[in-house]
């Protein structure tokens, strides 16, 4: 099993729609979990953390489940500008320099 | 603020040939990485120092790649000879210690290896 798992995508949804993504990891020790969004041929930056009461930032909202292993990111009301490749980040705890990212999922948000 | 500062953006050389990628992490901050990017992969950790010392290069893909800090504010990776396989994005990243886990991406050096 791979530590690090998400579903490639592409998710195509229209604007104003609400979509979610989720990411699995084989690492039950690990602590500290984040997304990242990386456009296209762009440099990833930080998205979000998550933790372990869900958290919400505008329109975003993340959430984790420990006893299942992942987590997840929910994107309400999209945008057109929301169109990037969002990657899972989990690390064996705060302040690791061992970040382990997933590929990422791509989202498309259609006109 | 300057972000992080990698060069060249782009290259394009034939096997064989030596690549020097340079970083020049955020001002402060006393942790660098160096990730690997491709479709295959993703985001692969290469190597990773602290106050300019290696402390984890378990990442590196063999002796061809090498990576060097010779002081806080620039760092290079080094592939000799280069490789068609070596072809990706190359990231480096940085953070100040202590200040949890965000760390800032360079903007990315892409090379292309024929």
């Known amino acids: 099993r791979k530590e690090v798992e998400q579903d490639p995508g592409p998710f195509n949804v229209p604007e104003g729609a609400t979509v979610a993504f989720n990411c699995t990891y084989s690492?039950?020790?690990?602590?500290?979990f984040f997304w990242y969004r990386q456009d296209c041929r762009k440099e990833p930056k930080l998205l979000m953390s998550v933790y372990s009461s869900g958290n919400e930032d505008g329109r975003f909202t993340a959430q984790l489940n420990r006893a299942s292993q992942y987590i997840s990111l929910l994107i309400r009301d999209s945008k057109l500008s929301d169109s990037a490749t969002y990657l899972c980040v989990v690390t064996p705890g705060a302040g690791s320099y061992q970040l382990t990212f997933g590929k990422g999922t791509k989202l498309s948000v259609i006109p | 603020d300057a972000g992080v500062i990698q060069s060249p953006r782009h290259e394009v050389t034939e096997m064989g040939q030596e690549v020097t990628l340079r970083c020049k992490p955020i001002?402060?901050?006393?942790?660098l990485f160096w990730y690997r990017q491709t479709m295959m992969r993703g985001l692969e950790l290469l190597i990773y120092f602290n106050n300019n010392v290696p402390i984890d290069d378990s990442g590196m893909p063999e002796d061809r790649f090498s990576a060097k800090m010779p002081n806080a504010s620039f760092s290079t990776l080094k592939i000799q000879p280069s490789e068609p396989r070596d072809s990706a994005v190359y990231f480096c990243a940085s953070r100040r210690t202590g200040s949890g886990n965000t760390i800032y991406f360079g903007e990315g050096s892409w090379l292309t290896v024929v």
């Open positions: 690492n039950s020790a690990s602590q500290s």
């Open positions: 001002s402060g901050h006393n942790s």
